[in-house]
T-cell receptor, first 115, second 108 residues
Framework: DAGVIQSPRHEVTEMGQEVTLRCKPISGHDYLFWYRQTMMRGLELLIYFNNNVPIDDSGMPEDRFSAKMPNASFSTLKIQPSEPRDSAVYFC?????????????FGPGTRLTVT | GQSLEQPSEVTAVEGAIVQINCTYQTSGFYGLSWYQQHDGGAPTFLSYNALDGLEETGRFSSFLSRSDSYGYLLLQELQMKDSASYFCAVRHDYKLSFGAGTTVTVRA
């Protein structure tokens, strides 16, 4: 398997623009997680899905952030409007089975810069 | 909420042994995971402890004491490629919360 695929790998945008990050989990995995990593706040869980259903979105910072998983092989994280403080590396991770949150497979990440 | 504490940096020479401690406070604790992240890369899973005791996987071992809310990752026979950040993460409420990470630098 190719592993978790994320696109784009790098994104530079201006404040106020809409940003959409994409993720393709490993085939057969039923959990999908979105994380944000910054030097100040570390690795934070934003939201996770189980069988395409959002289970916990308590980490989503505010209404500007939204995530969807229309099918088992695709998820998006959208920021609208973007702000400079959203600059971070965004990781998508997937896993499977009972206790799926224990061993997660991370994608390469999307480095977002908002100017 | 959850809180995890681990040292920010550790430096050691090749062939040495390094222990990274992690203390945690959380409700609904199920276990402790460890992840490795090389600079510019993605986190990768190393180990998981749900029960007290030591788990060994090659040169790396992980320990958990639930009564002390404490765990550690032991890196043995250090190699240059082990230079990376190491994160402990508590499993709770069907998700992981990560510590701030420990940067391990291996010197020749």
């Amino acid at each position: 398997d190719a592993g978790v695929i994320q696109s784009p790998r790098h994104e530079v945008t201006e404040m106020g623009q809409e940003v959409t990050l994409r993720c393709k989990p490993i085939s057969g995995h039923d959990y999908l997680f979105w994380y944000r990593q910054t030097m100040m706040r570390g690795l934070e869980l934003l939201i996770y899905f189980n069988n395409n259903v959002p289970i916990d979105d308590s980490g989503m910072p505010e209404d500007r952030f939204s995530a969807k998983m229309p099918n088992a092989s695709f998820s998006t994280l959208k920021i609208q409007p973007s702000e400079p403080r959203d600059s971070a590396v965004y990781f998508c991770a997937s896993s499977f089975g009972l206790a799926g949150e224990v061993e997660q497979y991370f994608g390469p990440g999307t480095r977002l810069t908002v100017t | 909420g959850q809180s995890l504490e681990q040292p920010s940096e550790v430096t050691a020479v090749e062939g040495a042994i390094v222990q990274i401690n992690c203390t945690y406070q959380t409700s609904g604790f199920y276990g402790l995971s460890w992840y490795q992240q090389h600079d510019g890369g993605a986190p990768t899973f190393l180990s998981y402890n749900a029960l007290d005791g030591l788990e060994e996987t090659g040169r790396f071992s992980s320990f958990l004491s639930r009564s002390d809310s404490y765990g550690y990752l032991l890196l043995q026979e250090l190699q240059m490629k082990d230079s990376a950040s190491y994160f402990c993460a508590v499993r709770h409420d069907y998700k992981l919360s990560f510590g701030a990470g420990t940067t391990v630098t291996v010197r020749a």
